[in-house]
């Protein structure tokens, strides 16, 4: 079987003559801007169904084509940090987000947009699988904690002030100004990168395996986009079940093919290692957990609380933001203590908090929710990537891109099953209310059908929170790779 890039890694570099804080730095500003962009948007999406007078469903495409795009590329990126060095597949992975940023910012018209954005979901897509993949590399065992942290308070902290940004900037400016403001920092990353960022790998250019590649795009696409496109509780439309079943019958046959090939795409004997398979569902959990209640909270802070999307935006900011803060915090405690001493006090939480949310009223204040989503935050930190570090510790440097790919690609389909589950959950629940309800068009039954919506949710949410939490129990402490 060929190595994979992490594995020449370690016997072609030496990795103790790479100066890791300016890697670490130039992976880092590039990532956040990539991931920024993610939730940059969509609060734009009032102003720009007016200018370029298209409907809801169809701008919805900016959000499900990225989310769709993202989900295709993280499994073949396995496959790329093998036949790309480090340089390589970031320089290109934000060459092609800045491509994709401009096309967005000087787009005269929707389809134009939507091409910006796919550029744009491209480089977004390469960007993590690479900076995770360069962290595996360039830190042991016992030290990747504190790396890894960095890397959570990105992917916490970017997506977090995303809606709160966009609010302040469309108060005063048009909508490209998302767009124009973010490009000097892309082109700046690019620049950094270029004269920092070293190559800690190098191409072992395994075999292409183009059937995996077809399975694998028509199996994580199918699946992405079926349940993306549910959200808007559409369950037994055909474009939504037929979708899905096409992607899980694909990707059934891309795990038979995977499991028979001798250079696979996405190594799947990654799972025989258990604690890198424990750390799968545990994301899978709080990826669902995480995602959905991003999705549920505005619509209870607007739909029964009356407050705008700016407002709610900012009552979400704070737990946001000290998530990412505190993720540095949980990968050096992470280093020293392990993780069971993180995972399981943090899933504990996790189940008190989520049986609170169970409880919310309309007499809620906005104090008492703003303390529940802070410490929602806190006790997520306490999990993803303690969890997340534990498990790939285990493996073999070899499956390092694999490991990588599969952990990220299951996170991107749990996060749009989770979006869309919880979501079509709360609508459910609201019907039922107002059916039977003597005045289901009055504001104060809607709002009370939105909190019953919203409790059907988080009384599913808190069952998970109990799954993860049993999950936890099973953590051990990995010091280093597993033998094969």
Not at 69 to 80: C, N
Not at 191 to 206: E, R
Not at 393 to 421: C, E, K
Request: charged letters at 10%; proline letters at 5%; glycine letters at 8%.
């Amino acid at each position: 079987m060929n190595t994979s890039g992490a594995a020449a890694a370690a016997t072609s570099i030496d990795i103790n003559n790479v100066k890791k804080l300016p890697i670490l730095i130039s992976l880092i500003l590039g990532a956040f801007f990539s991931i920024l962009n993610e939730t940059l948007l969509n609060i734009a999406f009032p102003e720009l169904m007016i200018e370029l007078k298209v409907s809801a469903s169809t701008l919805q495409w900016l959000a499900t084509g990225y989310m769709l795009v993202v989900g295709v590329l993280v499994p073949a990126s396995a496959l790329l940090v093998q036949w790309f060095t480090t340089r390589q597949m970031f320089l290109g992975a934000m060459i092609i987000f800045t491509l994709g940023t401009i096309v967005c910012a000087f787009a005269p018209q929707f389809s134009i947009l939507l091409v910006g954005r796919l550029l744009q979901a491209a480089g977004s897509g390469l960007m993590l699988p690479v900076m995770m993949n360069t962290i595996l590399v360039l830190y042991p065992p016992e030290k990747r904690g504190a790396a890894m942290g960095t890397i959570g308070l990105v992917i916490m902290f970017a997506p977090a002030i995303g809606p709160t940004l966009s609010g302040l900037i469309l108060d005063s400016l048009e909508w490209r100004w998302l767009f124009y403001l973010v490009l000097p920092f892309a082109i700046i990353s690019i620049v950094v990168a270029f004269i920092y960022l070293k190559n800690v790998s190098q191409p072992t250019k395994p075999k292409v395996d183009v059937l995996s590649i077809i399975l694998s795009t028509i199996g994580f696409g199918g699946i992405v986009y079926g349940f993306s496109s549910s959200g808007e509780g559409k369950w037994s439309h055909p474009e939504v079940y037929g979708t899905i079943l096409v992607g899980a019958l694909a990707l059934l046959l891309f795990t038979i093919r995977q499991l028979r090939l001798r250079d696979p795409l996405m190594d799947l004997k990654s799972f025989k290692f258990p604690m890198f398979t424990l750390t799968a569902f545990m994301l899978i959990i709080m990826m669902m957990t995480l995602f959905s209640t991003m999705s549920l909270l505005p619509f209870l802070f607007q739909g029964a609380l009356g407050m705008t999307v700016f407002a709610s935006g900012l009552l979400m900011l704070p737990g946001s933001v000290l998530n990412g803060l505190i993720s540095p915090i949980t990968g050096k405690l992470f280093d020293k203590f392990g993780p069971r001493a993180l995972i399981i006090p943090g899933t504990a939480f996790l189940v008190i908090i989520m049986w609170f949310f169970t409880r919310i009223t309309v007499e809620t204040t906005k104090v008492e929710l703003l303390i529940l989503h802070i410490c929602m935050m806190v006790s997520i930190s306490m999990i993803m990537m303690p969890a997340q570090t534990n498990g790939m510790n285990q493996l073999p440097a070899r499956y390092y891109p694999h490991g990588t790919a599969i952990l990220n690609t299951l996170q991107q389909v749990a996060g749009a099953i989770g979006v869309a589950f919880f979501i079509s959950v709360m609508s459910s629940g609201q019907s039922s209310f107002l059916k039977g309800s003597s005045d289901p068009g009055s504001p104060g039954q809607m709002a009370q059908a939105m909190v019953a919506g919203v409790h059907n949710a988080f009384t599913i949410g808190f069952f998970f929170s109990i799954a993860a939490l049993i999950l936890a129990l099973f953590f051990k402490r990995i010091k280093g790779p597993a033998a094969e």
